[in-house]
Structure formats: structure tokens, C-alpha cells
């Protein structure tokens, strides 16, 4: 769970890269506040919610971890016992880790997960930022085991990072063919002449009873150029249906990579679909 945020940055115009690098972005940002006993258990909590949703898209990464910058906040004493916290977390995990020295933020250390994209070029998204002084400027205050008043320590965490940062590198990871259970259109549905859309339409209305995303192409095309568009927009499924189909309750269907599949039930490849959905496989014809 996280607060979706807008930020901005004046970004000089020369610096600016597609989706990659903006001047207003959105980011998952999210807080935890703990006592300094919990660091490293929730330090590890964060990276492994990262990597499992880095591995669900099918990306690698690598790991820096950003210690004390030149200018900072707070004591050393705090600072050392944050990286040696953050050490220990990367250590645990087993998660191979470059030291970025000096290029922590001012007012903590932290981690950065750097991901690749599908030219080698290496993004920075995720982040784990330990922070012990903003606790201090809000004044914040829990009581401990002692009775005493004592100051939280706070996470700062994204797992995206920017979001358009992190759709830039999907778009560019699957070349825009996106496995079935991430496309935004899962199935196109093609009547071969227009006698056949109010059967096309039963078939659409049975898929999003599945809640599978679905569009109907009924215009006036030959369905070769139907298909050959559907292709084109890289949708995983195509069904199509005409006489033959209408009469049996069954599609047509084509897959995005292995071409025709014959006839089918709706029943029948509607689990084939849900299971590719379930299960997250990664089906993209740039990751087999």
C-alpha cells in the first residue's frame, strides 16, 4: 500500500528522456515508522516485496547501497548505526550490493534498486531511505518499554519509483507485446462479415462475464485486415467467428505467436486465458 503523489522537478529540457526522465512523475510513496530494534526486519520486508514484484514483470536488477553525503543532517553515531542496519538487511537477503559512497540522501542512507532494460541500459526505480530526521522535525514521539518518550525512526519506500519510468521500461521490455494477463486488450473479437457481430457480441459479453478484457472489431472490413491489425496492436488473442462458429457456440482461435489453434469453446479456451492471468505467466514473444 502506498500514496500515489505527483512530483515535480525543474529537469534542464536536455536532460529530459521519454517516459524516462520527466519533470512531473508519480511515485508509490510510503512511510514506516518503528522502533530501531525492527529496522532490519522491515528493511527486509521492503526489498523482498520488490523483488517479488520485479521478478513478477520479468525484470533484473542490481542493488546499490548510498551512504553519508558531504552535507547532512543529524550525528554520525546515527548515520553509522543506519548503513551498518542497511548492511546487515542486504547481507541476510543474499542480495549481491555495490557501496555508492557518499550519495545518500542528506537526511539518511539508502538502498537503490537499479533495473535493466532490454538494451542493457540500467534504470533507477526502487528505493529503501533510512530517516531519522524527519521524526525529530515533526517531533515525533512513541512510548517505549521504559515508560520514556522516544523518537520513531522512519522508511521512506517506492517500489515503482516513477510509475511513468517504470511504464517506460515495460513498454520497451516487451516491445508493446505485453504477456496475456498484463495486455490491456486481452482478446479482440473479429466477425468475418457483419452478419456475424450479434453473434460476436454474445462472445464478448461471455469473456467479460470472466472478466477477461476484451474488444469487438465489427467494421466493415475483410477480415484478413482485421487480423493483420489486431496482430499489429500485438493482442494475445484473436477470436474470430463466422457461419461455422455461430452455429457451433464455439471461436476461431488465433494466438499472437503460434498462429491458428482451430476451434474452441469459450468454456474451454476462457481457462486456457484465466489461468495465463492466474498464474502471471510472462507469454510475451519477447521474453520466450
Not at 543532517?73 to 548503513?83: F, H, S, T
Not at 542496519?85 to 555495490?98: N, Q, R
Not at 462475464?209 to 477480415?223: P, S, T
Amino acid at each position: 500500500m502506498a500514496e500515489v503523489g505527483r512530483v515535480h522537478r525543474h529537469e534542464l529540457s536536455g536532460a529530459l528522456h521519454g517516459l524516462m526522465r520527466v519533470r512531473a512523475f508519480t511515485q508509490d510513496d510510503s512511510h514506516i515508522f518503528m522502533l530501531p530494534e525492527q529496522i532490519k526486519d522491515e528493511i527486509k520486508g521492503v526489498a523482498n516485496l520488490i523483488d517479488a514484484m520485479y521478478k513478477t514483470f520479468g525484470f533484473t536488477y542490481h542493488v546499490e547501497l548510498s551512504t553519508r553525503p558531504e552535507k547532512f543532517l543529524g550525528e554520525i553515531k546515527d548515520w553509522d548505526m543506519a548503513e551498518a542496519a542497511l548492511k546487515a538487511a542486504l547481507e541476510e537477503l543474499g542480495l549481491d550490493f555495490v557501496i555508492n559512497e557518499g550519495d545518500g540522501a542528506f537526511y539518511g542512507p539508502k538502498i537503490d534498486f537499479h533495473l535493466t532494460d532490454c538494451i542493457g541500459r540500467t534504470w533507477q526505480c526502487g528505493t529503501i531511505q533510512l530517516d531519522y530526521q524527519l521524526p525529530q522535525r515533526f517531533e515525533l514521539e512513541y512510548i517505549g518499554a521504559d515508560g520514556q518518550k522516544h523518537r520513531p525512526i522512519m522508511i521512506h519506500r517506492v517500489a515503482f519509483g516513477s510509475i511513468e519510468r517504470f511504464f517506460g521500461i515495460l513498454i520497451e521490455q516487451y516491445a508493446g507485446a505485453f504477456p496475456t494477463w498484463l495486455a490491456p486488450v486481452q482478446v479482440k473479437v473479429l466477425p468475418i462479415s457483419e452478419k456475424f457481430n450479434d453473434y460476436a457480441e454474445k462472445v464478448k459479453e461471455q469473456l467479460e462475464a470472466l472478466d477477461i478484457k476484451v474488444e469487438l472489431d465489427a467494421r466493415a472490413e475483410k477480415i484478413g485486415y482485421k487480423i493483420r491489425e489486431a496482430q499489429m496492436q500485438k493482442v494475445p488473442y484473436m477470436f474470430v467467428v463466422g457461419e461455422k462458429e455461430a452455429e457451433s457456440g464455439n471461436v476461431s482461435v488465433r494466438e499472437r505467436q503460434k498462429g491458428d489453434m482451430g476451434s474452441m469453446s469459450i468454456e474451454e479456451i476462457g481457462k486456457v486465458i484465466l489461468n495465463k492471468i492466474k498464474t502471471r505467466e510472462n507469454d510475451s514473444p519477447q521474453l520466450v
